[in-house]
């Protein structure tokens, strides 16, 4: 039942539906805790309530719906709580749209997009702009795939404590509370050394392990990693053909290509894991 609420999830926010704006604000999940901080303070008494709490409530409530209509109770409730924790707007759809534009040598559509999307400003002929904008959207990707992991791993439960602890932990670093942010590493860092392998397993296997050499075991610096093991493995061609702005936003679309690659050999793992498990 995970698995087939992971997919009817994924397929839901590939949709262009008009989702209320809880569902697809980029900090829905801070504004949540700080409708509870505006009552219970931010203490770690906040983390408990919002962070753990729903965790442990999920816990028993998926263990309580069981049987036939139990399942698709939960497949429903479920679904809309992992809808809620991953955002009504796919980040993949997102970039396509992106590509689009530039397929249509569209620099001032495309430069909108980036920003409403994105939150990336310039001109996107700049390679910094760019640069912000892949490294904008490869932090959004590693986000979606470290809620996938423990998804698959240990059920939804899991899934919504990494979120709302990655949420928190954001809060925390402007209160100074380091063990949250820690936390939140050690979270992230299986789910985001496997993104690693699998982006050398469908990109540059040799590339990507000669730029993570000395560095799998390594907890700070992960996005700085991800950033460089994605750069390696890309599949980058000279451009002969399309327009100068289409050339320029080619190692955008060879990120989504390795990207969607990488989704592939997940889902694939994940349907494995579910069949054996």
Known sequence: MTFL???LVLGLRRLESG????????????????????????SLMLWGIGVLLPAVVLTFLECWLQGFWGQWLWLIFGGAVLLWLLGGHSEFRQVDELLVRGRMSDPEGFAALAED??????????????QALAEEVLGREKQLFVAIFWLVLLGLPAALLVVLNGAWAQRAERDNTRW??????WLHWPAQRLLIFSMAVVGDFAAVLD???????TLQGEDKQLAMAAQV???????????????????????????LRCMAVWLILAAVWVMFS
């Not at 999307?117 to 760019?130: A, K, L």
């Not at 493995?233 to 990207?259: H, K, N, T, W």
Request: hydrophobic share 40%; charged share 15%.
């Open 5 to 7: 609420m992971l997919i």
């Open 211 to 217: 730029c993570m050499r000395g560095h799998w075991f």
């Open 233 to 259: 493995a890309m599949d980058v061609p000279e451009q002969q053909e399309g327009s100068p702005f289409y050339r320029i936003i080619a190692p955008l679309e060879s990120l989504q290509g390795l990207l």
């Open 19 to 42: 989702w209320p704006h809880w569902m697809i604000d980029s900090h829905r999940h801070q504004a949540w805790l700080q409708r509870l901080a505006n009552r219970f303070g931010n």
């Open 117 to 130: 999307e994105f939150g990336v400003q310039g001109d996107p002929r700049d390679p910094v702009v760019q």
């Open 180 to 185: 949250a942010t820690t936390l939140n590493l």
